[in-house]
């Protein structure tokens, strides 16, 4: 323990230690007003420090891994070609791209074109070009004066996304963020920060893929995205995270709603060696609906984390959570779900449930829903399952025929279609089918 302790401390000390390189890199922007920003957050990060397993948000968590690298910051990587943008993109997708190399937009490869009414473009060129947008809502929506990663990546926050959508807009083609890791030549870090704000009554649909060139370099992505939900707001956001297997992947996603908005995220899991997920929703005004769906899969050694919490502030809002997981080899696997309910926030109607599958004795599932409620006119139910594959539906699809492997995949498949049921981009649902039952097989 006091090793660990040791090494939490040098590599606090190594990351505020390279902030004033960072600050050399940025040139001119270090004269706008959110550069104060940064420097508050790596104020607050060097308060609080790298969590450690007796922090009950990170009991079962260990960030230790991490510790283990002096990462560097690094620059986009020149050594991509389109075919490899290609390669990784959604196909029915791949003319609505915006791509992220190490974190960093990539105009070269991006090749979305947005319609009237959608700003698209870099968050670095967005704190110049929407200064009044940007520093209204950037870092106001995801608090980092507690949460040491999310104040990491406030504090060397530079390149992202922005994306704005206009009132009333109604966004027929999905945009698709491809964020592309490239390894081959070094460790590195990269903090990919996005900022989205949807505006009123628009509608839009967002798919976020992360995925890695083969390479031995270990890498650590600490992204975060704000969303922001006006009156009205209806946004869906898939996204799928596929990193390289000897990668740290730590993602937050909050996002704050206010009247009438609905969100749904739909989150799919199979990459990373280390992976921690905070997706958060504040639903702040009455008659909001609020989403969190995920199916996550894991083998050999991974260990996928899903921290999530609704915060139910303002009355008649409805939230419903589905999480699906299926954990193989001697993988690790954790669920956390929080629903708070506030005292002004009757006819509340949140419903929880969180299902794991275990294909062998050596995986573990932490499952641990949460249930905090002070108001008395709600309607709010969570639950929890862990099991097994069912030999009797193995062996009838056995007897039919089907090959072994091909009857566990489909069984297993069969298990997180719950999850995948909410993706509403039938284009895109069908290529995740096919990725999907590929993975199925090596699990």
Known sequence: MSSIKT????????????????????????????????????????????????D???????????????????LPSNKLSAKDIEKYAFKALSKN????INGHYSPEFSNYEAPDGVIV????????????????YLAKIADFS????????????????????ADNAVIEQPIHLLYISDAREKEFYANPRNLVIAGKHSQAKIVEKYAAIDAENVYFNNGVTEVVMNVGAKLDYIRVQDEALNAFHIKTLQA???????????????GGKLVRNNFNLKLDDEHCEGHLIGAYMATGRQHIDNHTAIDHAKPNCYSNEVYKGILGGKSRGVFNGKIFVRQDAQKTNAYQNNKALL????????SKPQLEIFADDVKCSHGATVGQLDDESLFYLRSRGIPGDVAYSMLQYAFVLEALDYVTIDEIREELD????EHFRKL
């Open 7 to 54: 090494d939490a401390s040098d590599m606090q000390n190594w990351y505020v230690s390279n902030f004033k390189a960072f600050e050399t890199s940025l040139n001119g922007s270090s004269e706008l007003p959110f550069h104060q920003v940064r420097k508050s957050a790596l104020e607050a990060f060097n308060k609080l420090g790298f969590p450690g397993r007796r």
């Open 56 to 74: 009950e948000e990170w009991k079962y968590t260990s960030v230790s891994p991490i510790l283990k690298h002096k990462f560097q910051l690094d």
């Open 97 to 100: 791209l915006v791509v992220l």
């Open 121 to 136: 473009e870099s968050l670095s060129g967005a704190t110049e070009k929407h200064a009044s947008l940007v520093n209204k």
């Open 146 to 165: 507690e949460d040491p990663f999310t104040a990491l990546n406030t504090a060397f926050a530079n390149d992202g996304v922005f994306i704005h959508i």
């Open 256 to 270: 704050h709603q206010v009247r009438d908005s609905n969100f749904t995220l739909v989150n799919l899991d199979m």
């Open 359 to 366: 294909l062998t004795d050596d995986a573990v599932i932490n």
């Open 434 to 437: 096919e990725q999907l039952l």
